[in-house]
């Protein structure tokens, strides 16, 4: 493993909402991202946490990082999402109001917080295009976590989740879906696992590529069409000053389109390998996972590397070196 690839998994984050504010974790220590399921909420936990959650065989708890930097919390909804991250030594949830994307930061845009917090929940700033984006620290978050640190206001909890009988159903429906696929698990040491991926669906087929490779998702981008390349490539897009070439997946693999055009945006995945960065033009972003090695059955020389069954769900993984070698891929007139 060469020194730029280390350097490039240290500044992949995940970006989310809490607040109206844009915070952002490492990808190495996310191990997924759900809907917001109910949770339970002993009377004897302190306010930091807003409910313990059962996540593969752990009681895992769930925070909100507003209560920690003192700022006010508004009600959930059905709508928020839930992070599931994890030091050397604890997995916990970061209830969060929306996931944005991920993004590769730029080492030179990072600043340290000005400062000292005794904390230290925020770890850094990142600026970009006139907007900051907090950095989460989420090592200090566990430390905090293990010494049970409780001195924050007073708040009724139980008044943030909503009460009606829909949404409780639907909560209550994501709770049991995890608890089923965690009885689905391997053994705990997966949450140890070194694979991690990104999913992604092609019609209604489930495809994933290492994050090794990944260095932003995009929801919503703008593609200028190129005369007199190849049916595949989507077009160009200008990002941050690159010109980068969007791969039609579909067409690219030879796979028939079967999806009802819903917008004329599809989500966008910018890879980085074999020195070239492209754009992947995919149906749907679903989820970050992790897979142990050990399960996954090899193809060779192929676009697909291999196929492999998680959560009940048959994914097929991209060979990104095959895919990114392709000379048919490099749009070298426009």
């Known amino acids: 493993m060469n020194n730029n690839y280390i350097e490039q998994k240290k500044k992949s984050f995940l970006c989310f909402l809490a607040g109206g504010v844009k915070y952002a974790i490492n990808t190495d220590n996310v191990l997924e991202i ?21 996540y593969n065989n752990f009681v895992i708890n769930i925070i909100d990082i507003r209560f920690y930097l003192d700022i006010d919390v508004e009600p959930y909804n059905i709508n928020n999402e839930l992070l599931i991250v994890k030091t050397d030594e604890v997995i916990f949830g970061i209830v969060a109001d929306k996931v944005t ?22 770890d850094s700033l990142y600026k970009h295009n006139n907007e900051t984006i907090f950095t989460i620290n989420i090592y200090s978050i566990g430390n905090l976590l293990k010494q049970h640190e409780a001195d924050f206001t007073d708040v009724d909890i139980h008044s943030l989740f909503p009460s009606d009988e ?38 209604d087929d489930y495809y994933c590529i290492s994050l090794d490779y990944v260095k932003e998702v995009l929801k919503d981008s703008t593609i200028t069409r190129v005369p007199g390349t190849p049916v595949f490539i989507e077009g160009i897009m200008n990002l941050r000053g690159d010109y980068i070439t969007v791969i039609n ?3 690219f693999l030879d796979i028939t389109d079967t999806t009802q055009p819903e917008n004329d945006k599809k989500p966008v995945i910018i890879i980085e390998c074999n020195d070239l960065k492209l754009g992947l033009l995919t149906d749907r972003i679903n989820e970050l996972f992790e897979f142990q090695e050990s399960k996954v059955d090899e193809i060779s020389d192929s676009y697909y590397a291999s196929e492999f069954v998680c959560k009940k769900t048959l994914y097929t993984l991209l060979n990104m070196d095959k895919i990114s070698s392709d000379k048919r891929i490099i749009v070298t007139e426009i």
């Open 101 to 122: 994307g991920l993004s590769s930061f730029d080492s030179a845009n990072i600043d340290p917080m000005p400062f000292i917090d005794k904390r230290m929940i925020i």
């Open 166 to 203: 829909y949404s409780l159903t639907i909560m209550r429906e994501r709770t049991a879906m995890l608890t089923e696929k965690s009885a689905l698990r391997l053994e705990s040491s997966e949450l140890h696992a070194q694979n991690k991926y990104i999913s992604f669906n092609l019609n």
């Open 249 to 251: 997946l579909k067409k």
């Open 34 to 54: 759900m809907k917001l399921p109910a949770l339970d909420y002993p009377q004897k936990l302190p306010n930091s946490i807003v409910g313990l959650l059962k």
